[in-house]
């Protein structure tokens, strides 16, 4: 499994970044896919998910401004985030769980195969 991330930078409040994340090395298909944040020296937190089934869920404090999206046919996932603010500020990671293990975007942290993450800072 092979999950490379790109799209991070900086920006400043109020903007938007895309990420992307291509995946290779599996059935791209049959696998959930999420997005997690890591702030600096904290924790890592669920963003975005999406499942085979393309239903998505969202962390409370970004639902209405990221948008979580999948292209079968291009093995790739994208996270849109519009409206970003500081608190959005850390290392976003692409992550993939087997269907079997999904439960329904809700998956456990330590489960799935993740990507080296890439940056988001976001300037007041």
């Known amino acids: 499994v092979q999950l490379v991330e790109s799209g991070g930078g900086s920006v400043q409040a109020g903007g938007s970044l895309k990420l992307s994340c291509v995946a290779s090395?599996?059935?791209?298909?049959?696998?959930?896919m999420g997005w997690f944040r890591q702030p600096l020296g904290k924790g890592r937190v669920r963003t975005a998910a999406i499942t085979t089934d393309d239903a998505t869920i969202y962390a409370v404090s970004v639902k209405g401004r990221f948008t979580i999206s999948r292209d079968n046919a291009k093995n790739t996932l994208y996270l849109q985030m519009n409206s970003l603010n500081p608190e959005d500020t850390g290392t976003y990671y692409c992550v993939a769980v087997h269907r079997l293990r999904c439960n329904g975007g809700y998956w456990s942290a330590s489960f799935g195969d993740w990507g080296q993450g890439t940056r988001v800072t976001v300037s007041s």
């Open positions: 090395g599996f059935d791209y298909s049959t696998y959930c």
